[in-house]
């Protein structure tokens, strides 16, 4: 059949339709074949000199005879990833399982004095209880009371111990001692204590078990601890009641000078308080157990802390949502506990009405001090609120 042609002999000439004089297209060797038989030649369809493709060796093969591996690769890749992020959502479904089981107490009615409040700062409070019947919401005293301040900006951590002593207005028109607060009233009480007496706006809390703190020094695998003789004494002894009420055993401390430590000898270390320094220097303890257990469990990371999750959710009461909680696992990597410190900065042991106390000299002087302290805020004048009650405090201690 005869094709149409034109001048140029560019398409229908006699050697087939749509062929040219370069021979590209439709020449006697194929359709759709040119002289570098890169397209439809003998060798085969969609071939070219290189053979890697449809060549005698097989559709998509190349000069060694292999089918490439890419698709391969992809596959192992994926699986890998799959695997992945299944192992993932495991460990977030365990984690929000057993956050689950904490002890929730919704704190429905926070006191904050006028006009206060520190954008950029969350404040959280610290209660740790020794209680022997597993209460967590009220009816035992707060031992420890710390309030943690956390830089939302460059994650830095400041704590600051309230001496459990202090002589303070406990909310409800009485000035007793800091403590009596948790026992009277839980954790609302204790936290509207904080608010009221040192111009904070903390809403949320956290109370532990000692008994949580023995599980956890033990879960990250002890902690280091420098041990003068004294206190080594006095942690013996401690061992023993610690022992007998929380049914851990233990092994006695055998020689002064730093040291790793268990959880049970850890916890007597935070419970002297006879040797010099006295309270003040137990909350020191406390304090250094705490930063030491926050380095450990942040050398862990996220996922090496979910045997800890497990394990700690039964000796833990707080206010703050699973939410919340992640979040704060999750940029554990992030915080850094900068300073730590003993609230009042002034004060005066004094036996009063209200029993053996830690008197502020000048809460007002005092509070001043603290947000310098946590927030930079040189300067900074207390509240209406917080004078009257310095003024309090002096009219019955008459310490100023």
Same mark, same amino acid.
């Given at each position: 059949?005869?094709?149409?042609?034109? +001048?140029?002999?560019?398409y229908?000439?006699?050697?087939?339709?749509?062929? @040219?004089?370069?021979?590209?297209?439709?020449? %006697?060797?194929?359709?759709?074949?040119?002289?570098?038989?890169?397209?439809?030649?003998?060798?085969?369809?969609?071939?070219?000199?290189?053979?890697?493709?449809?060549?005698?060796?097989?559709?998509?093969?190349?000069?060694?005879?292999?089918?490439?591996?890419?698709?391969?690769?992809?596959?192992?890749?994926?699986?890998i990833?799959e695997?992945?992020?299944?192992?993932?959502?495991?460990? /977030?479904?365990?984690?929000?399982?057993?956050?689950?089981?904490i002890?929730?107490?919704?704190?429905?009615?926070?006191l904050?004095?006028?006009?206060?409040?520190k954008? /950029?700062?969350?404040?959280?409070?610290l209660?740790?209880?020794?209680?022997?019947?597993? *209460?967590?919401? +009220?009816?035992?005293?707060?031992?420890?009371?710390?309030?943690?301040?956390i830089?939302k900006?460059?994650?830095?951590?400041?704590l600051v111990?309230?001496?459990?002593?202090?002589?303070?207005?406990?909310?409800?028109?009485?000035?007793?001692?800091?403590?009596?607060?948790?026992?009277?009233?839980?954790a609302?009480?204790?936290?509207?204590?904080?608010?009221?007496?040192?111009?904070? @706006?903390?809403? @949320?809390?956290?109370?532990?078990?000692?008994?949580g703190?023995? *599980?956890?020094?033990?879960?990250?695998?002890?902690? *280091?601890l420098?041990?003068?003789?004294?206190?080594?004494?006095?942690?013996?002894?401690?061992?023993?009641?610690?022992s007998?009420?929380?049914?851990? %055993?233990?092994?006695e401390?055998?020689?002064? /000078?730093?040291?790793?430590?268990?959880?049970?000898?850890a916890?007597?270390?935070?419970?002297?308080?006879?040797? *010099?320094?006295?309270d003040?220097?137990?909350?020191?303890?406390?304090?250094?157990?705490?930063?030491?257990?926050?380095e450990?469990?942040k050398?862990?990371?996220?996922t090496?802390?979910? %045997?800890?999750?497990?394990?700690?959710?039964?000796?833990?009461?707080? +206010?703050?949502?699973?939410?919340?909680?992640?979040?704060?696992?999750a940029?554990?990597g992030?915080?850094?506990?900068?300073?730590?410190t003993?609230?009042?900065?002034?004060?005066q042991?004094?036996?009063?009405?209200?029993?053996?106390c830690?008197?502020?000299?000048?809460?007002?002087?005092?509070?001043?001090?603290?947000?310098?302290?946590?927030? /930079?805020?040189?300067?900074?004048?207390?509240?209406q609120?917080?004078?009257?009650?310095?003024?309090?405090?002096?009219?019955?201690?008459g310490?100023?």
């Amino acid at each position: 059949m005869k094709g149409k042609k034109d +001048s140029r002999g560019q398409y229908g000439n006699p050697q087939g339709y749509y062929d @040219d004089p370069r021979g590209q297209y439709g020449n %006697p060797q194929g359709y759709y074949d040119d002289p570098r038989m890169q397209y439809g030649g003998p060798q085969g369809y969609y071939d070219d000199p290189r053979m890697q493709y449809g060549g005698p060796q097989g559709y998509y093969s190349d000069p060694r005879g292999r089918r490439p591996k890419k698709k391969k690769m992809h596959r192992k890749l994926k699986f890998i990833l799959e695997i992945i992020l299944l192992l993932i959502l495991g460990a /977030g479904l365990f984690v929000f399982a057993q956050l689950g089981r904490i002890d929730r107490v919704k704190l429905r009615d926070v006191l904050v004095n006028t006009g206060i409040g520190k954008s /950029g700062y969350r404040n959280i409070a610290l209660f740790g209880v020794d209680s022997r019947e597993g *209460e967590l919401e +009220s009816g035992t005293n707060s031992d420890t009371i710390m309030v943690a301040s956390i830089n939302k900006w460059n994650g830095d951590v400041k704590l600051v111990s309230v001496y459990r002593d202090t002589y303070l207005d406990n909310t409800n028109g009485e000035y007793r001692k800091a403590t009596e607060c948790f026992a009277g009233g839980g954790a609302e009480r204790a936290v509207n204590m904080l608010n009221k007496n040192l111009d904070l @706006d903390i809403k @949320d809390f956290m109370t532990v078990d000692f008994n949580g703190i023995i *599980e956890a020094v033990d879960l990250l695998g002890g902690i *280091e601890l420098d041990i003068t003789e004294e206190e080594r004494q006095w942690l013996n002894g401690y061992l023993v009641e610690t022992s007998q009420v929380t049914g851990v %055993p233990y092994t006695e401390v055998e020689y002064a /000078g730093t040291q790793q430590v268990t959880g049970i000898q850890a916890m007597a270390y935070c419970r002297i308080r006879y040797t *010099e320094g006295w309270d003040f220097k137990r909350t020191e303890r406390q304090r250094t157990v705490l930063e030491k257990l926050f380095e450990k469990a942040k050398a862990k990371g996220v996922t090496g802390l979910i %045997p800890l999750v497990g394990t700690m959710m039964n000796y833990v009461s707080t +206010s703050m949502s699973n939410t919340e909680l992640l979040s704060l696992a999750a940029q554990i990597g992030r915080y850094n506990i900068q300073e730590t410190t003993g609230f009042p900065f002034n004060q005066q042991a004094a036996n009063i009405a209200a029993g053996d106390c830690v008197v502020p000299v000048n809460l007002a002087a005092n509070v001043s001090q603290l947000h310098a302290y946590l927030f /930079g805020d040189e300067g900074y004048t207390p509240s209406q609120t917080v004078q009257e009650i310095s003024d309090k405090i002096i009219s019955d201690t008459g310490i100023q």
